[in-house]
Structure formats: structure tokens, C-alpha cells
């Protein structure tokens, strides 16, 4: 059996017999971690004052406000 050929038990061709050794990487991080739960919380306080900030300064809610500018 070559490394590069290999031919199966009908007598074809396989040149993709041979797969590379698979190994998980137990560091990287995804998905809901910790510090993209801060992240998210922090971001979503920051509009919300923004929203409140709009809504007082202007006198309307934020949908009122994109009226009054884009309109």
C-alpha cells in the first residue's frame, strides 16, 4: 500500500483513503463566554441611557426622533 494511492476492496482508486490526524483545541473559546456576556450587557446599557438621553432631550421617543431628523 502506497501513502498516496489506495485501492479499496472493489479494486478502485481511493486517493482520499488516508486522513489527516483530527485533535480539538480545548483553548479557543466561542459562544457565550463570560467576557462576551459583559460585552453584550455593557453595550445594551449604553443604548438604553442613549434611548432615555434622546427621549429627554428631544422631547419625543426614538422612533419620533428619526422622523424629525430623516423626515
Same mark, same amino acid.
Given at each position: /500500500?502506497?501513502?498516496?494511492? =489506495?485501492? %479499496? %476492496?472493489?479494486?478502485?482508486?481511493?486517493?482520499? $483513503?488516508? *486522513?489527516?490526524? /483530527? =485533535? @480539538? %483545541? *480545548? &483553548?479557543? &473559546?466561542?459562544?457565550?463566554?463570560? =467576557?462576551?456576556?459583559? /460585552?453584550?450587557?455593557?453595550? $445594551? /446599557?449604553?443604548?438604553? @441611557? &442613549?434611548?432615555?438621553?434622546?427621549? @429627554?432631550?428631544?422631547?419625543?421617543?426614538?422612533?419620533?426622533?428619526?422622523? %424629525? @431628523?430623516?423626515?
Amino acid at each position: /500500500m502506497n501513502a498516496r494511492n =489506495y485501492i %479499496d %476492496d472493489q479494486g478502485l482508486l481511493n486517493n482520499f $483513503a488516508i *486522513e489527516p490526524k /483530527m =485533535y @480539538v %483545541d *480545548e &483553548s479557543v &473559546s466561542t459562544g457565550f463566554t463570560p =467576557y462576551a456576556e459583559k /460585552m453584550n450587557g455593557r453595550f $445594551a /446599557m449604553i443604548g438604553f @441611557v &442613549s434611548l432615555l438621553a434622546i427621549e @429627554v432631550l428631544t422631547g419625543h421617543g426614538f422612533l419620533g426622533f428619526l422622523k %424629525d @431628523v430623516l423626515g
